[in-house]
């Protein structure tokens, strides 16, 4: 068997509240519950498993997406209101990125409810 990644945990003040912010931006669902933890899969079925905790240090998800999904998200993000930056030390604000080393790569950070840093960007290369 190949090993594949199952699940990561992603601490958060409220479950709920931070995994229906990256679910709805992402177009995903909240799954129900699993003992304490509050579950958003991904369609590679991989869990980002939230679970409460007061205190911790902010992490960086990045999640690869279509370009449609991207754009998708993009304006989810924007109607939100929500900032963005194109780069990870979120100084441009607004902006998206164009990767120099993956042709057509498109992306973006933005904080959760948390302070998470995520990042939604596509795969680029041929056919972008």
Known sequence: ????????IVPARDPQVSARFLAEILGLRVDPPVAHFTPVTL?????????????????????????????????RIRQGGITHYGDPACREVGQIYHSRS????????????DGHL???????????
């Open 1 to 8: 068997m190949a090993v594949e990644l199952n699940h990561t």
């Open 43 to 75: 369609a590679n079925h991989v869990s980002l498993d939230y679970d409460q905790l007061d205190e911790f240090e902010p992490h960086h998800y990045a999640f690869l997406l279509s370009d449609e999904e991207f754009d998708a998200a993009l304006a």
């Open 118 to 128: 995520m990042e939604i960007l596509t795969p680029g290369g041929a056919g972008s």
């Open 102 to 113: 993956t042709v057509g790569r498109r992306g973006t950070y933005f904080r959760d409810p």
